[in-house]
């Protein structure tokens, strides 16, 4: 698969974009509660959604239109902790970069917290972006020849509204690479480090705002099974500790049944959305 495929230029220009990483969760619940901050954990359909995505059309303009989407609605309350499946080519990324707010639908609407994303236009999406969202995809888009600190601090110097001087960017950043395990690399350009380094750093890249939402596309399809299992058990840690909404687009069964709800797409269409009983079972 390929994951930059569908990227629209938005997305490719976009500091945000992130990867994954497989890492030691070697420091407490409470750490992390201090590095990324506590979102609320609703989660419950008494609580008004996080996100929405009614009637969502993508059709690609190309030289044979492709009708990518249709249709696809479901709400994500804050807290889920949730996977979106689908074979290859069934519009997965289509739908994760339009929940992402990184492309537009050609119908339909994508609400964040009840705002209406379509009428903040793009300068307001990228707000949007910034507070609410973090990016892991399976490729990591780090700046090669900056500094693994360099590529983690990106993001909150671009977030609006996030006042922060550089001092306390560093610290942050510092706390979240040592949460991930990569304190000792943080002076090394990322080009000098290894693929699960890289996908590490980029994962530390997308908590750096404290996001209360994470959306990742793939994110351990780059890793071997105990790196990517590593990565998913700190996504529950994050998702449990902190609240954090995820919605993690898999192509891998095994991985969806560890997830609390499964949105499966075939060809564009939500066939399936249902709540994982199997870990109530436990
Ligand atoms: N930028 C684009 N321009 C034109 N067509 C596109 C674009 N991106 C995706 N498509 C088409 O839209 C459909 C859905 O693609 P999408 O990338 O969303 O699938 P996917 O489920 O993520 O697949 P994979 O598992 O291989 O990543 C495919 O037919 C694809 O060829
Ligand atoms: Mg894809």
Known sequence: MDAGRSAPPELRESVELTTAAAMPADRGAADRRELVGEHEAGGGPASAPLIVADELTKVYDTVAATRALSDVTFDVHAGEFAAIVGQSGSGKSTLLN??????TPTEGRVLVEGRETAAAGRRGRAVLRNQYLGFVFQFHHLLPESSVLENVVMPALIAEGVEMDAHERRRRA???????????????????????????????????????VILADEPTGDLDTENSAAVYRLFREINADLGTTFLIVTHDRGIAEQTDRIIEVVDGELVQDVRNTYLDRR
Do not use: F, T
Not at 98 to 103: F, I, K
């Open 174 to 212: 510092l706390d979240v690479l040592g949460m991930l395990g990569l304190e000792a690399v943080a002076e090394k350009n990322a080009n000098q480090l290894s693929g699960g380094q890289k996908q590490r750093v980029a994962i530390a890249r997308a908590l750096m705002n404290r996001p209360p």
């Open 98 to 103: 339009l929940l992402g707010l990184l492309d």
